[in-house]
């Protein structure tokens, strides 16, 4: 069956060290996101691809980095520059932009400053 | 600015009632809408999509409607069962945010099915 693997499902990270979040899709699609979800707030972006190659920086992008090596991987970098990092990271992808193009979420990665 | 609103944000029903989640918009200007539900601690599960021209998307039990010139989505859940609690999110595709075309959230309605 397609869809969005992330990994790991939980991740410690110490302060100071950076810390990368896997997200692998076999849909096919060429356009994948990086979205953060804390309580009471709404999913916020924080990286975009559209093509390999190309990545865009969403809202609240600092501190965070991303390639796009393969179109079917999309790794989130948490680095030592994101000061609040703790929350629940969720990759999702779409096969395209078009308005009957919906949005395939992966199960999400918790990540916890200790 | 695009903004998203959902109520109630919580809603606790007995088995077997019909219930209608809402979600409204501020700007009419979208290229779609689409409902998420999500279990706790879990990732996203699309339900449905409806886009701008389409007035409603049907699912097995569940019913999205549009009215894009009020702003307004309904989510209709016939005959409520327990494994639908879970957490039912609405995001809009804005078509004023580039080529992007990007998702605007509501906060969710936390759906609570009691046997």
């Known amino acids: 069956d397609g869809g969005i693997t992330q990994s790991p499902k939980y991740l410690f990270r110490k302060e100071g060290q950076n810390v990368t979040l896997s997200c692998e899709q076999n849909l096919n699609h060429d356009a994948m996101y990086w979205y953060r979800q804390d309580p009471g707030q709404g999913l916020r972006l924080i990286y975009y691809?559209?093509?390999?190659?190309?990545?865009q920086k969403g809202d609240i992008a600092e501190g965070y980095s991303v390639s796009r090596e393969k179109k079917e991987s999309f790794p989130l970098t948490v680095t030592s520059a994101q000061k609040n990092p703790t929350a629940f990271y969720l990759c999702?992808?779409?096969?395209?932009?078009?308005?009957?193009?919906?949005?395939?979420f992966g199960s999400g990665t918790r990540l916890t400053v200790v | 600015k695009q903004e998203v609103t959902q109520i109630p944000a919580a809603l606790s029903v007995p088995e077997g009632e019909n219930l209608v989640l809402n979600c409204s918009f501020t700007?009419?200007?979208?290229?779609?809408l689409q409902w998420f539900r999500q279990d706790p601690g879990k990732g996203l599960t699309s339900l449905l999509l409806?886009?701008?021209s389409q007035r409603e998307q049907t699912s097995g039990r569940l019913n999205a409607s549009l009215d894009k010139s009020s702003g307004r989505s309904t989510l209709y859940i016939a005959a409520s069962q327990p494994g639908d609690s879970a957490t039912y999110l609405c995001?809009?595709?804005?078509?004023?945010?580039?080529?992007?075309?990007?998702?605007?959230w509501g906060l969710g309605t936390s759906l609570a099915v009691n046997p």
């Open positions: 691809s559209q093509i390999v190659n190309d990545f």
């Open positions: 409806i886009q701008s």
């Open positions: 999702a992808s779409r096969r395209g932009t078009g308005a009957n193009y919906g949005y395939t």
């Open positions: 995001a809009v595709n804005s078509a004023k945010a580039g080529n992007n075309r990007k998702l605007i």
């Open positions: 700007d009419s200007a979208i290229y779609n």
